[in-house]
């Protein structure tokens, strides 16, 4: 599903003339792609997972990217590169507010019988398994770990 929305909204950028969008659709359907062919060889099909992982990484590969065009005083690579996250998160799953978070987190721990930081993976999987896209899990992490400590 989420890779027909891109092939539309490419044509719709095509047709409209806006070259910035349509740069960063062409950027998102070839890195699903490279995706698609790596997974090929393992022998798995691509998933709208894998894709929401795809987006997701470009997302915040842009970001640290962003960042340093930011401190280097190179605003107009900034503003590129936050025109494309822009582009990127229109297609990802919105992401859920800190309350929402905290409320999952709490249900994952009692949903598993975490007790403890040591099973904080097994917390980290229930979240990724239910929340996939929507929870920044590097974030995530350390309230998890903060909830199971204390």
């Known amino acids: 599903m989420l890779r027909e929305q891109i092939a539309e909204s490419l044509k719709a950028a095509m047709k409209a003339g806006d070259a910035d969008r349509r740069d960063a659709l062409r950027l998102m359907s070839a890195a699903i792609k490279d995706r698609d062919i790596a ?28 960042e340093i065009y930011d401190k280097n ?57 239910k929340y996939a896209g929507q929870i920044d899990f590097g974030k995530a992490s350390g309230l998890v770990k903060a909830a199971l400590a204390g």
Do not use: H, W
């Not at 997974?39 to 962003?66: C, H, Y």
């Not at 309350?99 to 019988?113: D, L, R, S």
């Open 73 to 129: 005083n190179r605003p107009e690579l900034a503003a590129k590169e936050r025109g494309e996250i822009a582009v990127i998160s229109g297609f990802l799953p919105q992401q859920m507010g800190e309350a929402e978070v905290a409320a999952a987190i709490k249900a994952a721990i009692a949903e598993t019988g975490a007790t403890s930081p040591k099973d904080m993976g097994k917390v980290i999987a229930a979240l990724k398994a």
């Open 39 to 66: 997974l090929r060889g393992e022998g798995k099909p691509l998933n709208e997972e894998d894709i929401v992982a795809v987006l997701t990484k470009m997302v915040k590969s842009r970001q640290e990217s962003m």
